[in-house]
């Protein structure tokens, strides 16, 4: 009997489909058997992977899948170039099925900004979700903040209480992170919570920053990399320990 499907949800900015194909390849590579997908719309995957399109994964026969690893969606939208992908509860409907070892999705929407606050309706997470990597781009740490950086700016100065031109510092990652309504907004009770900032080779010096922020937060872990790049991920963070790779 095949062993409980892993979910794991993507959310934020900054390189989650990149992030979604990276994971897909990485267990891929070690024997697991993956199906990527997405709550929302996203890009189709540069690699070779094989694509699936069907209105209900989870009521369709285990025969239909490939043997192995693939991305599945329920239609093309030739407006934005982007595939369409399930509910919350399809896919949640199709983890308990069992047929793949991991299930990836991709379950928000930034429109290529590094940073956003998630509107009423997002993410779109579903409650299976064994791990939520929440995704930011790290070039906006330190930096100044505002709506050329920032999707749904209004939400996010509410959300951290920053205005326009103030620096982002750890007192507002705290806060956007902890927040009920931030970076790991719908997040799953039972979910591991997983921050990985993209694109942050200028802020190596803040490490011991962001091991105090673990203490602050009710984050698993800290990922530090650049998912385009070898190694991805240069540096993990976890509560009590620190790992570099």
């Not at 750890?170 to 806060?175: G, Q």
């Not at 530090?224 to 790779?245: M, N, S, T, W």
């Amino acid at each position: 009997m095949r062993q409980k499907t892993t979910v794991i949800s993507i959310v934020g900015a900054g390189g989650k489909t990149s992030t979604l194909f990276w994971l897909a390849r990485e267990f891929a590579g070690i024997g697991k058997r993956v199906i990527a997908t997405t709550t929302t719309q996203m890009y189709l995957p540069e690699e070779n992977i094989p694509v699936l399109f069907c209105h209900s994964p989870d009521k369709l026969p285990g025969a239909a899948f490939p043997s192995r690893s693939f991305s599945c969606f329920t239609g093309w939208v030739p407006e934005t170039g982007k595939v369409r992908g399930f509910s919350p509860l399809q896919i949640d409907a199709l983890a308990q099925r069992n047929i793949t070892d991991i299930l990836l999705v991709e379950a928000d929407g930034a429109r290529g900004y590094p940073l956003k606050a998630a509107a009423l309706h997002e993410p779109c997470i579903p409650q299976s979700s064994h791990f939520v990597i929440a995704l930011m781009g790290g070039q906006v740490i330190g930096q100044d903040i505002g709506p050329q950086n920032v999707h749904r700016w209004p939400l996010f100065s509410a959300l951290t209480g920053l205005r326009q031109g103030e620096r982002f510092g750890i007192e507002a990652l705290v806060n956007f992170i902890n927040h009920r309504d931030g970076l790991f907004k719908q997040a799953p009770p039972q979910a591991k919570r997983i921050w990985l900032i993209n694109q942050c080779s200028h802020i190596e010096n803040m490490k011991d920053s962001l091991s105090e922020l673990l203490a602050r937060t009710e984050l698993d872990a800290i990922w530090l990399g650049a998912v385009r790049e070898f190694p991805p991920i240069a540096c993990v963070l976890q509560r009590h320990e620190k790992h570099d790779y």
